[in-house]
């Protein structure tokens, strides 16, 4: 994904998920080795169909490490996804095949700017 996602003015919430994919993985996300790819995209479309989603923005490097950023009206919506049961499969996929190691911060950004 490449696109800078289109948010409202804030304050408003960002799930940071930093990772590291296994070793030997597909580390471009978008292969069929694994299935990490499909159920990647499977997140996406189905994170924008939650109540409360704004948008995402993701990047990962050839080495496996990559970062996503999920943003959020608030708190509970973010909660509801975290229990979204198609989500908990994933997650627990993530954390038995494809995440060497990852980090998860939830943050409430007050103050946004940047150049158009």
Known sequence: MTNFA???????????????????????????????????????????QQDGYLGIESARGADGFGITV?????????????????????????QERWYEHFELRIAKVERAYGKP
């Open 6 to 48: 289109t948010l409202p003015q804030p304050p408003y919430f960002a799930v940071i998920f930093s990772s590291f994919r296994t070793p030997g993985a597909d580390n471009d996300g978008h292969g069929a080795s694994d299935g990490y790819g499909d159920m990647a995209d499977r997140m996406v479309e189905l994170a924008a």
């Open 70 to 94: 999920s943003y959020w009206r608030d708190e509970a919506a973010i909660v509801k996804w975290k229990a979204n049961a198609e989500h908990l499969v994933a997650q627990q996929y993530g």
